[in-house]
């Protein structure tokens, strides 16, 4: 009875120190996994702050729907520099996605082990370029090439699809910085992906096969369905990056500030507007205000973009259920 009597206290007492000790890493884990939102919240307040100079003296619609850019007469419109940030973006997509999306199957699905052990630390040593060797590559290679290959080939097609109209005699233009924009954000899509493909059971691929459908058939109504948030997943992170990728698309996108009609004109997207012009010409009115507006909206863009894939995502996944 002794015994029992001199053993409680001490169990209590272990008891009690476990249950703050779980308190408080409960704590800190709840502080680390809030520390992204504050961080977004911060910067979202820090440029809303920086941005009401501009704000204020503008109306936000005159700013997001003026076309003129003209610094020293007052006129800040940021319309080009949104559409010419879109089109950019759409283009590396259009040229990047049905390529990766294939690799990640080939890779996953086809591939020999060898193969794989092979292509993976390449991707990966390509994700680790420097975006501005891109960008080299780009003036060297890609600009030449859209000047004197492809514009004089898809312009005999601008009577049926007015977008391939070449009235910009050089390479530097959106298809340029859409092709420079798909090769850098290749690698992460193929890698997002083709890791979703494994994660789905090789007992469902085998089950697929055994009923007597083909390896095709298989991915396309096995793996496909049972991946699609993953792949959702990766086509978000790429355009995500392509939005906000500066250096090499401001060496060969041409950095013109124009509403773009056809892929082969010019371009000046935000993020380039800002890596060329933040520390410059400050004594401007307004100036600095300007980049931190363009800078809020190129974060909203992309928080947009974000949101709008997590609830196309939940969509998607009820529909399945």
């Not at 206290?9 to 709840?30: C, E, G, H, K, N």
């Not at 040593?125 to 890609?142: C, E, F, K």
Request: hydrophobic residues 55%.
């Amino acid at each position: 009875m002794s015994g029992f009597s001199l053993s409680t206290p001490q169990s209590a007492v272990t008891r009690s120190y476990r249950s703050q000790f779980d308190r408080l890493i409960r704590r800190m884990f709840w502080a680390f996994s809030a520390l992204p939102l504050f961080l977004a919240v911060s910067i979202l307040s820090a440029l809303w702050v920086k941005s009401q100079p501009i704000l204020v003296a503008h109306p936000l619609a005159e700013l997001l729907l003026g076309s003129a850019w003209k610094p020293q007469r007052g006129e800040f419109g940021f319309l080009p520099f949104i559409s010419g940030t879109i089109w950019v973006t759409v283009v590396a997509l259009v040229i990047a996605v049905p390529v990766c999306l294939l690799t990640a199957i080939y890779l996953s699905e086809y591939a020999s082990g060898r193969l794989q052990r092979l292509i993976k630390p390449l991707l990966d040593l390509l994700a680790a370029i420097p975006s501005v060797i891109y960008g080299v590559w780009g003036v060297l290679v890609i600009g030449p090439w859209v000047q004197h290959s492809i514009a004089p080939f898809l312009s005999q097609w601008s009577h049926i699809f007015p977008i391939f109209t070449a009235t910009n005699p050089t390479g530097y233009s959106i298809l340029a910085g859409g092709m420079v924009l798909a090769v850098m954000i290749a690698p992460f899509m193929i890698a997002i992906a083709y890791e979703v493909f494994q994660t789905v059971p090789l007992g469902l691929r085998q089950a697929s096969l055994a009923l007597g459908a083909t390896r095709w058939q298989t991915v396309k109504y096995a793996v496909l369905p049972k991946a699609i948030s993953g792949i959702v997943a990766s086509l978000i992170l790429g355009c995500s990056r392509a939005l906000g990728e500066t250096m090499a698309v401001l060496m060969v996108v041409g950095n013109v500030p124009q509403i773009p009609r056809s892929i082969f004109d010019a371009a000046y997207p935000l993020p380039a507007l800002i890596a060329n012009n933040y520390g410059e010409m400050m004594s401007i009115p307004l100036y600095d205000a300007a980049l931190m507006t363009a800078s809020l909206t190129l974060l909203v863009m992309v928080l947009g973009l974000n949101l709008f894939s997590i609830l196309t995502l939940r969509h998607v996944l009820r529909e399945k259920k």
